[in-house]
């Protein structure tokens, strides 16, 4: 079984950095808060924090089986360059 290509690197790349451009515009002078969900979209997520140029605040309930509360969500704030 072989896997095809759907969309090449470069091109996801490149999408990833415009959606970082428009967030940043968007939100200047605020917080971004990203939530990861989705078991293996964690890697996307970072992509994407690294490409924002304001404060971001990323959490992942990667392994986790339970909601968070905002107390448990507190301490995994941090600033996007420390990615």
Known sequence: MSLEVLIPEE???A?????GRRISDDYRGKTVHLVCVLKGAYTFLSDLARNIDVPVLMVSTRG????????????YAFDKRDL
């Open 11 to 13: 091109r996801l790349k």
């Open 15 to 19: 999408r990833i950095e415009e959606l």
């Open 64 to 75: 986790r089986r339970r909601s968070l509360t905002l107390a448990e969500l507190l301490p």
